[in-house]
Every structure is written in structure tokens, then in C-alpha cells.
């Protein structure tokens, strides 16, 4: 269990509305990404972060936001959900080692 | 860039059956290689890994074995159970950013 939370699990907003999501971890590891997950696309890296207030784009962060103000959450933001933007979110973190990531269990978001 | 392949899915077997799930790299370095399994509703998680030519990962009956000359690391299970039924994944990771580049999964569907 690499002590990986992940709030809300479940989420239905509305087009426009900002929607902010949390990924807590309890061991301090520098490391933490947000991925999205949809059919046909399989995993991709929306933003990373390597420390404190240390955060950099992935392959699809338009429309995303993120911060890190402490060590143990990291914060995704849509400012302005679309349809699109309907996913499971997933968050990681990596810990020193070998490149191996550890997910927390998702975050399903659907946006009407 | 760097990529990996996996053969498609869904891959339909019978309980007992032998299974083997194709993965193939392309890497400009020398990347760690790892499978990753996500059971239905849940997030992923690490399976196996293996960090240098001819490591063999190894896990709950699952083995890969990482082939450099062929740039292989296919996932293999002597005989299969209804409960490995889940989306496979096969990830590398380059040394130089810790990056994970992952294939698009593969269904594994188990009948008794």
C-alpha cells in the first residue's frame, strides 16, 4: 500500500464549473503525477510535480491547472470543466528507485 | 520518440490455459521495464519490473524476462485463474527524466 489517497472518488458537475481534485500521499515522496484515462487512450500525463511549488506540464494539460503547496498534496484543477474533460483521474507518485510508479484509485468525474 | 507495443485485446482464455501478453519497446537508452495490471474498477498496480537486459520480473505467477536483442518484455503465466481477468499494461521508463511511457493495455478475460 503506497498510502495513496485520492478525493472525491466520484464527481458529476456542470459545464463551466470549476472542479478542483486532491491527491494525498503519507510517505513524502518528492514525486507526484496526474494522469487521465480514456478509452482508446489509455494513460496520459496531464502535469508532474518534482517538489514544493516545483509543477510541469505533461502531454495534455490544457484546460489543467495544479499545485503543490505541501509536500503531501498535490491539486487538480479545472478551471472551466468541458465535456471532454470527463475521465478517471489518476494520481502517483514515484518513489526514488528505479522509474516505478504507485497509483492512488482513481477519480471518475463526468461533466453534463 | 520512445514508445511500447502491446498486442491487442481483448485476449480470451480458458482457466489453466498458458498466457502470454506481447510487449515490445523502442528506447534510446536503457530503460527499467515494467507491467502494471488494473482490475475492474480499481486503480493500477505494479505487478512486475525488471531494470536491465535479461532481469526476469516476477509475481504472483506472472513472469517477464527483459530481452534487449529483440526489444521484448512479454508477460507470461503458466496457467491462469478467472481472477486474472483485468487490463494489462506494459510501461518502460528512460533514466534520463523517470518518465513513464506505457502501452495501451490489454484485456485479459478469464473463463471458468
Redesign the interface.
Known amino acids: 500500500d503506497a498510502g495513496i489517497t485520492q478525493s472525491p472518488r466520484h464527481k458529476v458537475t456542470e459545464t463551466g464549473t470549476p472542479v478542483t481534485l486532491r491527491c494525498h500521499q503519507t510517505e513524502n515522496h518528492r ?1 507526484m503525477y496526474w494522469y487521465r484515462q480514456d478509452p482508446g487512450h ?2 496520459r ?1 496531464i502535469h ?1 510535480s518534482y517538489g514544493v511549488k516545483d509543477t510541469d506540464k505533461g502531454e495534455v494539460s490544457d484546460g489543467y491547472s495544479v499545485s503543490r503547496s505541501k509536500t503531501e498534496d498535490f491539486l487538480l484543477t479545472l478551471e472551466s470543466a468541458t465535456s471532454s474533460q470527463t475521465s478517471v483521474y ?1 494520481c ?1 507518485i ?1 518513489p526514488t528507485g ?9 477519480t471518475r468525474l463526468t461533466v453534463t | 520518440g520512445d514508445s511500447v507495443t502491446q498486442m491487442e485485446g481483448p485476449v480470451t482464455l480458458s482457466e489453466e490455459a498458458f498466457l502470454t501478453i506481447n510487449c515490445t519497446y523502442t528506447a534510446t537508452g536503457y530503460p527499467s521495464l515494467f507491467w502494471y495490471v488494473q482490475y475492474p474498477g480499481e486503480g493500477l498496480q505494479l505487478l512486475l519490473k525488471a531494470t536491465k537486459a535479461d532481469d526476469k520480473g516476477s509475481n504472483k505467477g506472472f513472469e517477464a524476462t527483459y530481452r534487449k536483442e529483440t526489444t521484448s518484455f512479454h508477460l507470461e503465466k503458466g496457467s491462469v485463474q478467472v481472477s486474472d481477468s483485468a487490463v494489462y499494461f506494459c510501461a518502460l521508463s528512460e533514466r534520463s527524466n523517470y518518465q513513464l511511457i506505457w502501452g495501451a493495455g490489454t484485456k485479459l478475460i478469464i473463463k471458468p
Do not use: K, S
Open positions: 514525486y489509455g494513460l500525463l508532474y489518476f502517483a514515484r528505479e522509474g516505478e510508479q504507485y497509483f492512488g484509485p482513481g
